[in-house]
């Protein structure tokens, strides 16, 4: 089946750090990869997408790229703020066989940004 | 254009009862899906509508349950609520139901509690 696997949390930095969050994923099929966030309270927010392999999915200082060889899409920032604290989801979708409207999503890494 | 919209936000029940969730797609999005979300479990795919019609359903026991309006608005029911069903519920619209990629936006969530 189709699974996600990103790194444990909590992560906590302090602001203007470097971030990476680790993701990968098993898939019978070729995937859609993507990253959410939710902030305390609320839904889930698409961060940024990947449609294809080599890909690069970026949005408000984050980056991800899709890479098909080591089956991953790590999530990186070079400078995080305290804003950036969320908790972070990796997902994807197949886009064939019907499947494309059904996330399957990480556990999910709670970041926390220190002033 | 007006977002996911889910009703109520806040949700208390007791074990044995009954609890219906709703959920209105952004305008013109015809495809409606639903998520669990717990601490334990993550997010888990519940089922997707599409057309008023139940395309797949996630691994949930049948007290889980749903259905679609003509006008694409959507329902979750759980009957015979146990202290497990506690959770964030998320409901999703995406655009369309073709093959490839089709982005879906959530909702803020419905969080029910079960004592």
């Known amino acids: 089946g189709n699974s996600v696997t990103q790194m444990e949390g909590p992560v906590t930095l302090s602001e203007e750090a470097f971030l990476t969050i680790n993701c990968t994923y098993t898939a019978t099929g070729y995937p859609s990869l993507f990253w959410y966030v939710q902030y305390p309270g609320e839904g889930l927010q698409l961060l940024l997408k990947a449609t294809k392999a080599d890909d690069k999915g970026s949005n408000k200082g984050f980056e991800a790229t899709y890479r098909k060889e080591t089956t991953s899409f790590h999530l990186e920032k070079g400078s995080v703020q305290v804003s950036d604290s969320a908790v972070y989801f990796c997902?994807?979708?197949?886009?064939?066989?019907?499947?494309?409207?059904?996330?399957?999503f990480g556990k999910g890494t709670l970041l926390t940004v220190n002033p | 254009k007006a977002g996911v919209t889910q009703t109520p936000r806040y949700l208390i029940k007791t074990r044995g009862q009954q609890v219906t969730l709703s959920c209105s797609p952004i305008s013109g999005h015809r495809s409606v899906s639903w998520y669990q979300q717990t601490p334990g479990q993550g997010l888990q795919f519940l089922f997707e509508y599409f057309s008023e019609t139940q395309r797949n359903k996630g691994n949930f026991p049948g007290r889980f349950s749903g259905r679609q309006f003509s006008n694409s608005r959507s329902e979750m029911n759980v009957s015979t609520l146990e202290l497990g069903d506690s959770a964030l519920y998320l409901c999703?619209?995406?655009?369309?139901?073709?093959?490839?990629?089709?982005?879906?936006?959530f909702g803020p969530g419905t969080r029910l509690t079960v004592l």
């Open positions: 999703a619209s995406s655009a369309t139901s073709g093959s490839g990629y089709n982005e879906q936006f």
């Open positions: 997902a994807l979708t197949l886009n064939s066989g019907g499947s494309n409207y059904k996330l399957t």
